[in-house]
């Protein structure tokens, strides 16, 4: 039922590229941290999760099944993408042998809503459908085999109403209103300085309208769990990515007190943000709620886990820039549309992300931006890694280009001449005090330059470009809304390390990032910690695992619970020893005495002498940093976000010039961390990210036809293999963060954005036209290419361009 | 109903009962995503990855004959370029390895790479029947609509014949390096003689051949005005659709520009090939 991926076994993959480097490269910091770690934190400990997921004895929700489950459940989904329910019937379904019940939104005890930002989303429809593959009804039945047969035989009457299918659609004057406030979800405003006088007196000006694809989070762990009632306790086993969350808001959709509710996240492949919005979460909850003591069993196919599931948004963006000869820029106008879906999920907050982003790492004094979520009867858009972000560097990047090409300037020079140094502000007004974007373009094109002469010689029809990619990312869900990380540690009389966290592990190494944390803290080998995670029965919030915040927020938490803990075991030892704590080190699992190595107590002794003593061996933490929320009128903020991060990348590709056949030969990654704490796990997230970047660019794409998805499978839905990815070469920058554990910041999703926008920049590099569409699958280069003979509705698509947008001077 | 006889006579039989209420299975690489996206999809099966002799491959008077449960890893060994590489192209190692010819020609998919490949070089098709016995037919009668072919409800395919001195030359765009479904594909098969043969996928209701394209190329030889005539007019032999996997303009473009390539590729290869088999 899970995926594998049986491009492993091509040995012609792994003879066309060098052995893949186990250790990235490092590169020296300019402000290193002044007391260097001695423990684990920077070396890449061995993964907690990892021998039991390479044996594959790790539990993931589909797992759980075998020989537990009493009943199992089926959500029976819309076949139409708009359309008024005028009745459910159950009788067909009932009648099939094995069916126990089928339930619709009439059953259900609560208040039917879900939703991360609105609660807008009905769990099942109660009298209209938004979307083809909104939850209809839900079956339940003794097997597998009888509860799909079941669902096949639920028949639901429909009054179809119009379609709204894209912008245009919902923007039209006589579009069906979606929602009771219209299609409009809402917008985010940036003003900062004159831009529309910038412009005017700007030497140069140039404009384009760039479309990004809807794209899928394409995990590998499809959604599955069980769920038991008990009469009270309901306890569900589901795959996510925010424990927390998923309890408060499976108990009001059951209208259960929130206690009643009990998440335990098992072992999970995978998310970028595709498990934030509640999955099956409370479908298996009403179906155990109605029949206490037993064990309901769901689990999605891929093809309903894609009909189902929030996207990434699509988006339409109008950007205009202006610059002086000189290449410096003056003004920036942009306006976006942002296709979100039938709900709202995370939209509100990746279109406020999308605003901030919009300018990147640019330093541009005038700049206004107004983006728009626009409601239409697709799938929901939420959030993915990236969320909002990745699609406004596709722009700016595509920008940056363009002005080059105008300006006859070298692109890295452009570049340079406009990236913001530390000290200056981002878009929003906020102060960036370390920003390191010059630094990451300048090791990313050492490195590149440095290996360049192995370029094999091209056929006439083909061919190479490479390109440049500089972003900036904000972490954590900043402006001004409330986010915090806690966490506890605890020493067990068996003398070990636990550490207890709410955060999802998904696959990106959250366990390691908080063990290691925790072990250099209180100097105890990495090999004695164990990470206890994401069950809301035994660990508090952490937040959720996204937006590239649990290194920096639950590294900091697991950071401040461990050093309380330290003052703990150091009074101990202080009792011990004829020395203040203070004359105390903890380190390779002892206290040592800093000015006399020869005091030395085993913390085997620290703790059986600490619990005769009435110590705790147990401190917890909670990091919660202000930020402060964005003027509605212009988007300004002297801290949106709690801390920015940089990178910057460099694709070469070769393209075929008469199939439009792209294939990316060579690939630079730089990231600034601040600091890795465990330098292959962030080398793993760069790689990871840029082969999923590479995917947005150049094939990933959710093709919608009138509200039906046409490529709900991995047969259709294009995701990279590893013939598409040449190696990752990946430098890690480390200026240490002032406020991160250990100076590190996080990775998580920069390196997706970072991605798509280089490959871009390389196709036009080598085919001397600026993509403005992604994909570029062949056809959309040929396109470019050829765009007399192609027949393409993208001319269609501009006529709908505010006037701005198509100024050129 | 799951038969699953170890004897090409045995499971000629149990077709010639059950006819269509019995679905031919090889590898299972097309049935068995059926199965998994709905549940409506064929009950009853005939396994015809246990019988014996049924996979071989040998030659015979300088031909090949694949029997029906010949794999994609196995027709990739071949020293026949356009079904080689064809066959390289088809889905990932797994898939290949379980993947059959039977089964490619038996589903008869517009985009089925070895049907195009084989397309190419004349292969002769043979259909069996426990009581009428075998019937061989060219493969260019065989395909005769979109998903329908000249196999009938009670026979098996049971061999392919093809040739093993073409000269042949492949194609496939797809959206990425492997694991791939073709956009457009083509194959070029030119035999000893100067007959050529140019097939694609993807552009039709079934693979399908570019007969003007052919009898310029048959006329006039491979002069580079000869090849682009022959493109232009590949490109206005087709018809393809706009589906969600490519626009009908990319395709028909593309069938021109594989047409002039791997044609031009054959005349580069003409005179090394052609002092092989001498």
């Known amino acids: 039922m899970r995926n594998g991926d049986s491009t492993h076994q091509e040995p012609q993959a792994i003879k066309a590229s060098p052995p893949l480097r186990t250790e990235p490269l490092v590169e020296p910091s300019s402000t290193p941290y002044k007391e260097l770690p001695k423990g684990p934190v920077g070396r890449s400990e061995r993964r907690i999760d990892g021998p039991e997921k390479v044996l594959g004895t790790a539990l993931y929700g589909a797992d759980l099944f075998f020989g537990k489950a009493d009943y199992f459940a089926q959500v029976v989904r819309s076949e139409k993408a708009h359309a008024l329910i005028r009745s459910i019937e159950t009788g067909d379904a009932l009648r099939m042998p094995g069916v126990v019940a089928v339930y619709t939104a009439k059953d259900m005890p609560g208040t039917n809503r879900q939703g991360l930002i609105h609660r807008d989303h009905p769990v099942l429809a109660e009298d209209r459908v938004l979307y083809r593959g909104d939850g209809v009804a839900i079956v339940v039945a003794e097997s597998e085999r009888a509860v799909r047969r079941g669902r096949d035989a639920v028949k639901v009457l429909y009054e179809e109403l119009p379609v709204v299918a894209d912008f245009d659609d919902a923007l039209a004057e006589d579009a069906p209103r979606l929602h009771p406030d219209g299609n409009i979800m809402g917008g985010k405003r940036i003003r900062k300085g004159d831009a529309d006088a910038a412009l005017s007196a700007s030497d140069v000006i140039v404009s384009e309208t760039f479309v990004t694809q809807t794209v899928d989070h394409a995990f590998l762990d499809i959604e599955a769990g069980i769920a038991c009632w008990d009469g009270h306790l309901l306890t569900l086993h589901v795959s996510g990515q925010w424990a927390h969350e998923e309890r408060r808001l499976t108990a009001l959709a059951l209208g259960l007190p929130m206690e009643a509710v009990r998440i335990i996240t098992p072992a999970t492949g995978g998310a970028f943000g595709g498990r934030e919005d509640l999955s099956m979460q409370v479908y298996l909850g009403m179906v155990a709620l109605k029949h206490p003591g037993k064990t309901i069993a769901m689990r999605y196919s891929r093809e309903e886990s894609m009909r189902a599931r929030h996207k990434r948004h699509a988006m339409r963006i109008h950007y205009t820039i202006g610059a002086m000869r000189d290449g410096t820029l003056t003004a920036a106008k942009i306006t976006v549309y942002s296709n979100e879906g039938a709900y709202a999920s995370t939209g509100p907050a990746v279109l406020r992300k999308a605003a901030s982003h919009a300018t990147g790492p640019l330093r541009i004094p005038n700049v206004y931006v107004d983006v728009y979520g626009v409601y239409t009867n697709n799938n929901p858009t939420g959030a993915m890694r990236g969320f909002g972000a990745c699609q406004m560097a596709i722009a700016y990047n595509g920008m940056m280009d363009r002005l080059a090409e105008r300006l006859g300037m070298d692109r890295a020079d452009l570049w340079k001449q406009n990236l913001i140094h530390s000290g200056d502000a981002v878009t929003t007004g906020q102060i960036i005090p370390i920003a390191t974007a010059v630094e990451c373009l300048d090791a990313a094109l050492r490195q590149y330059r440095a290996k360049k002469q192995h370029d094999r010689p091209l056929a006439p029809h083909e061919r190479r470009g490479w390109g440049i990619s500089v972003i900036c990312f904000g972490l954590g869900y900043g402006d001004g809304f409330p986010d915090a990380s806690r966490a506890t540690v605890r020493l067990t009389p068996a003398g070990r390390l636990e550490v207890y966290t709410g955060g999802v592990e998904y696959g990106q190494g959250l366990l390691n990032m908080a063990g290691q944390v925790a072990a250099e803290e209180l100097g105890m080998p990495f090999s004695l910690v164990d990470v206890i995670w994401a069950d809301t029965g035994r660990t508090q919030e952490s937040g959720s695992s996204s937006a590239t915040r649990q290194t920096y927020f639950t590294g900091n938490a697991v950071k401040i619970a461990a050093s309380e803990l330290r003052e703990q075991v150091l009074d101990i030892a202080s009792k011990l020893l004829p020395v203040h704590p203070h004359e105390l080190d903890l380190h390779d699992g002892k206290a040592v005495g800093r000015f006399n190595p020869s005091l030395v107590v085993p913390m085997a002794k620290l703790i059986e002498e600490g619990r005769k003593r009435g110590y705790s061996l147990e401190a917890s933490g909670i990091f919660k940093p202000r930020t402060v929320c964005e003027d509605f009128d212009t988007g300004q903020s002297p801290r949106s976000f709690i801390t920015y991060l940089f990178g910057s990348h460099i694709a070469q590709v070769v393209v075929d010039m008469e199939t439009g056949e792209v294939r990316v030969e060579r690939y630079v990654a730089c990231h600034d961390v601040g600091k890795a704490i465990n330098p292959q796990s962030v080398a793993g997230q760069m790689i990871g990210g840029a082969t999923q970047g590479i995917g947005m660019a150049l094939m990933e794409e959710v093709v919608m036809d009138g509200g039906v998805m046409r490529n709900a499978n991995f047969t259709d839905y294009i995701l990279p293999t590893f013939r598409d990815v040449p190696t990752i070469e990946t430098i890690i920058l480390e200026n240490d963060d002032p406020g991160g554990p250990f100076g590190a910041r996080g990775i998580g999703e920069p390196p997706l954005i970072a991605a798509t926008p280089a490959v871009l920049s390389a196709i036009g590099n080598a085919i001397g036209v600026a993509p403005h569409t992604t994909p570029c699958n062949p056809q959309r280069v040929w396109e470019l290419l050829y765009p007399d003979d192609a027949q393409t509705p993208y001319a269609a698509r501009l006529t709908t361009a505010p006037p701005h947008a198509l100024l050129s001077k | ?278």
């Open chain 2, 1 to 278: 109903m799951f038969l699953q006889p170890r004897q090409v006579a045995e499971a000629l039989e149990a077709r010639a009962k059950y006819g269509a209420e019995i679905t031919p299975l090889g590898g299972g690489t097309d049935i068995v995503v059926v199965l998994n996206r709905q549940s409506t999809g064929p009950r009853h099966f005939l396994d015809l990855s246990r019988l014996e002799n049924y996979a071989a491959i040998r030659r015979e008077n300088g031909c090949y004959v694949a029997g029906g449960g010949a794999t994609f890893a196995q027709l990739g060994r071949l020293e026949v370029k356009a079904l080689s590489q064809a066959a390289m192209t088809v889905g990932g190692a797994a898939i290949r390895n379980a993947g059959t010819i039977a089964g490619n020609l038996g589903t008869a998919s517009p985009a089925g790479d070895g049907c195009v490949a084989l397309l190419a070089i004349d292969a002769d098709i043979e259909l069996s029947h426990a009581t009428r016995g075998r019937r061989v037919i060219p493969i260019h009668e065989y395909f005769t609509g979109f998903r329908r072919t000249a196999l009938v409800a009670d026979e098996l395919i049971t061999a392919v014949r093809f040739p093993a001195d073409w000269r042949t030359a492949w194609y496939k765009i797809g959206k990425r390096g492997s694991i791939n479904i073709s956009i457009v594909c083509c194959a070029i098969g030119m035999s000893p003689r100067g007959n050529v043969r140019i097939a694609f996928g993807c552009v039709a209701p079934t693979v399908m051949r570019a007969r003007q394209a052919e009898a310029i190329i048959a006329k006039d030889g491979l002069a580079d005005a000869s090849i682009e005539a022959a493109a232009q007019s590949a490109m206005k032999e087709v018809a393809p659709i706009d589906d969600h996997r490519s626009s009908a303009s990319y395709r028909r473009a593309m069938c021109g520009v594989l047409t002039r390539r791997l044609l031009r590729e054959l005349r580069q290869d003409a005179p090394r090939a052609a002092g092989r088999a001498e």
